[in-house]
């Protein structure tokens, strides 16, 4: 699911849309795990006398966690995407709440990226936008980062026209 074609600017073409990288769901991937096998060593030794109330609770507080810590962070990665178009770079968030920011490549001074080792490992980093007259603008968690840089820093300095710059979509 890509940007609302309606939301672009005459002659504007997306270059990539993305996701924020899947990193973001490893920790409730194994809390998934974690309050499954809990949740059934609970029914498990939950008393004869406690049930079927017991059984109830266990299982509401299992949904709990489980929206709390799985469902919640799995909507916010759905819901966070970065498009790059041959304008502006396009910002999107919000699961109920939705926020957006638009950045014209025009603003942009110098593109950077930040790999630490766990972003090197799992192939993602950080986008650093420098711009004349706010600070830095950090885009976190972007997969194949050195690749984004390539085509950012092809779109603000490459000297062609941007608009017919070969298009490249990520989903």
């Given at each position: 699911?890509?940007?609302?074609?309606?939301l672009?600017?005459?002659?504007?073409?997306?270059?990539?849309?993305?996701?924020?990288?899947?990193?973001?769901l490893?920790?409730?991937?194994?809390?998934?795990?974690?309050?499954?096998?809990?949740?059934g060593?609970a029914?498990?030794?939950?008393?004869q006398?406690?049930?079927?109330?017991?059984?109830?609770?266990?299982?509401?507080?299992?949904?709990?966690?489980l929206?709390?810590w799985?469902?919640?962070?799995f909507?916010?990665?759905?819901?966070?995407?970065y498009?790059f178009?041959?304008?502006?770079?396009?910002?999107?968030?919000?699961?109920?709440?939705?926020?957006?920011h638009?950045?014209?490549?025009?603003?942009?001074?110098?593109?950077?990226?930040?790999?630490?080792?766990?972003?090197?490992?799992?192939?993602?980093?950080?986008?650093?936008?420098?711009?004349?007259?706010?600070?830095?603008?950090?885009?976190?968690?972007?997969?194949?980062?050195?690749?984004?840089?390539?085509?950012?820093?092809?779109?603000?300095?490459?000297?062609?026209?941007p608009?017919h710059?070969?298009?490249l979509?990520?989903?």
């Open positions: 699911m890509g940007l609302d074609p309606q672009l600017g005459k002659d504007e073409v997306v270059v990539l849309h993305l996701r924020t990288h899947v990193k973001a490893i920790v409730p991937a194994l809390l998934l795990v974690v309050v499954s096998v809990l949740t060593f029914f498990a030794l939950l008393p006398a406690w049930r079927p109330v017991g059984s109830w609770v266990v299982a509401l507080v299992a949904l709990v966690a929206g709390v799985v469902v919640v962070p909507l916010r990665w759905m819901s966070s995407t498009t178009t041959n304008r502006r770079i396009i910002t999107r968030r919000g699961i109920l709440v939705k926020s957006g638009d950045l014209p490549l025009t603003r942009i001074n110098n593109v950077a990226y930040r790999r630490g080792p766990i972003d090197q490992l799992l192939g993602c980093g950080t986008l650093v936008l420098t711009t004349a007259a706010d600070q830095p603008v950090t885009l976190e968690d972007i997969p194949d980062v050195e690749r984004v840089h390539v085509v950012m820093t092809e779109l603000l300095f490459s000297g062609d026209d608009i710059q070969p298009t979509r990520d989903e």
